[in-house]
């Protein structure tokens, strides 16, 4: 701490702070109480709790004041935004620090990706905190953009800004004592280890927990969540975008355990980040359902704070960070200042935050071997049946069906009528020329294709479409723009949302990027798609450990 000396002196009483927050009611999230208070604060930091001498006064006039928001799991490339336009989205809503797990640049990019996200985050009014990905690639079934391993985590794991390591989904793996994933757990050296363990109990949750896994963020149900909580688990109660858990687990937080459960977004689109809010919107949704404001905030501050040993972050007391939300009523919970290290950077939902400079970019990720038409070619060969993929609507588990294909000159050719289309992947990370081919059922596409470079987890080229032609120009397409999300019809594109850095993520603001997915949406609706979300359906298609059929680049799997 910077000038130790001079914030004892003030503490003391002997000089003036910087800054008094005058006339709040404090959120105090470590004895659980609300109760009037002035806060004084000098160089970002809380320096006393008390009536102070201060060159600034900011009369709160008995507004409450709590800390700042923490998202205890997160993936920022979910937004389709960098880091910068992220934080000026969430500030406004009370979000001071996050800790994300960056696993999809880290597929495309290696450990430049981790390496982008700390440079990213500089300067902005949230502190980043990283998990190391810990499964890249996530299966040996498709080919991702890198790999890393134990060392890999190791090399890294000293730095400050990086928390511990990211949720271990090969959990089998973990339980069972795989040498490469408990090497994974001792890279972190004594930091937080992630669980990633859907539906996983019993005698192998226990051994899941054993080997050092601390956190779940996955629990669907009750029964599964209060299992995990009672191994010793911190329950980070998830409310995303893809999964809502919240409504479902809950009923589960009571005083005597909610100190071991936060909340956690995991994934948040960037129409749900305008529409909904972030870690705020958690609160006011568990408040809704119960839950006392008090242990609500301490759910989203002060828990995700000390599980992660984020140091001074997450309360109001001395030596924190001056991390502050004002709000006028606790149980309706909308922000109405938020102050970062002291400095206002949001008031009336506006960010005032400071601007930042933008770091280098990983651009140019797109390195495709593909031949066109040939390469999405299949030969009927006599076959009666082919497996399908069928999409569950609004699930990323599918079903695998059997049917009759539609043949035309000796080649199996998508069948709208029937709604099954062809898929193909394109590998796109090292020119390996993979393209694997197979059809899907659930689209509901009458014309045209649709393609998108965010594909998880590898992340390469996925296209669904009713004829080769729209197929292949839809790879072009995706290869000219730097990656990203199409729409095509008669080989034009009709709607697009490049996705310049990794492929993963525009360098546009975020009204604007909302504005283009709505018109992907619609431009998918216009070709016949009957999916609510088919961009988002269509990134999942390839998520080889989710059963129940997918493709990859190397096929059905």
């Not at 090969?170 to 859907?198: Q, T, W």
Request: glycine fraction near 10%; include cysteine.
């Amino acid at each position: 701490m910077r000038n130790t000396e001079h914030k004892l002196s003030v503490a003391r009483g002997e000089e003036a702070a910087e800054l008094l927050f005058k006339n709040a009611q404090l959120v105090n999230v470590f004895s659980g109480e609300i109760h009037p208070a002035h806060v004084a604060v000098d160089d970002g930091r809380i320096v006393g709790i008390g009536d102070y001498d201060a060159r600034a006064i900011v009369d709160l006039d008995g507004a409450f004041l709590a800390p700042g928001l923490i998202d205890g799991h997160f993936h920022v490339e979910s937004t389709m935004v960098t880091v910068p336009e992220f934080a000026r989205a969430v500030v406004p809503h009370g979000t001071s620090a996050m800790v994300i797990d960056p696993h999809e640049f880290t597929n495309v990019l290696g450990k430049e990706g981790i390496q982008y996200v700390l440079e990213a985050s500089k300067g902005v009014p949230i502190d980043f905190f990283v998990m190391l990905p810990s499964c890249i690639p996530a299966t040996h079934l498709e080919t991702s953009g890198a790999r890393l391993h134990a060392a890999d985590l190791a090399e890294m794991i000293n730095d400050e800004r990086i928390a511990g390591v990211a949720e271990l989904m090969n959990y089998p793996g973990v339980f069972l004592g795989f040498a490469s994933e408990l090497e994974k757990i001792r890279a972190g050296k004594g930091k937080p280890i992630d669980g990633h363990a859907p539906g996983l109990r019993g005698r192998n949750l226990n051994a899941y927990a054993l080997a050092g896994v601390r956190s779940d963020h996955e629990s669907t149900g009750l029964d599964e969540a209060r299992e995990k909580l009672r191994l010793g688990m911190h329950l980070l109660v998830r409310e995303g975008s893809t999964e809502r858990n919240l409504e479902h687990i809950i009923s589960l937080v009571t005083p005597q355990n909610a100190s071991n459960c936060s909340f956690a977004t995991d994934d948040k689109l960037p129409g749900d980040l305008l529409s909904e809010g972030h870690i705020d919107h958690s609160i006011r949704k568990a408040i809704s359902l119960g839950v006392p404001p008090v242990t609500a905030i301490q759910m989203g501050s002060i828990n995700t704070a000390r599980h992660y040993r984020l140091r001074n972050h997450g309360g109001i007391a001395p030596r924190y960070w001056a991390d502050f939300l004002v709000l006028d009523d606790l149980e309706k919970f909308v922000v109405r200042r938020v102050y970062k290290k002291g400095k206002l950077v949001a008031e009336n939902g506006e960010y005032r935050g400071p601007e930042v400079a933008i770091a280098k970019q990983p651009r140019n990720t797109m390195n495709i071997r593909f031949r066109g038409a040939e390469d999405v070619t299949v030969e009927a060969e006599g076959a009666k049946k082919i497996k399908v993929i069928e999409i569950v609507p609004e699930q990323i588990v599918t079903n695998e069906i059997s049917v009759a294909p539609r043949i035309e000159e000796g080649r199996i050719v998508s069948d709208p009528a029937n709604d099954v289309l062809k898929l193909v992947v394109v590998e796109r990370h090292n020119a390996t020329g993979n393209v694997g081919v197979g059809f899907v059922r659930g689209f509901g596409l009458q014309r045209g294709a649709l393609g998108s470079t965010v594909a998880h987890d590898a992340h390469n080229v996925v296209v669904v479409g009713v004829n080769d032609s729209d197929i292949v120009a839809t790879v072009a397409a995706l290869q000219k723009m730097g990656g990203g999300q199409v729409a095509v019809e008669n080989g034009q594109e009709i709607a697009a949302l490049p996705l310049p850095i990794a492929g993963l993520v525009s360098d546009r603001p975020l009204p604007e990027v909302v504005e283009k997915i709505e018109s992907l949406k619609a431009a998918a609706a216009e070709l016949g798609c009957t999916l609510p979300a088919p961009f988002m359906s269509l990134s999942f298609l390839s998520l080889s450990p989710i059963p129940a059929l997918k493709l990859t680049d190397q096929g059905l799997v």
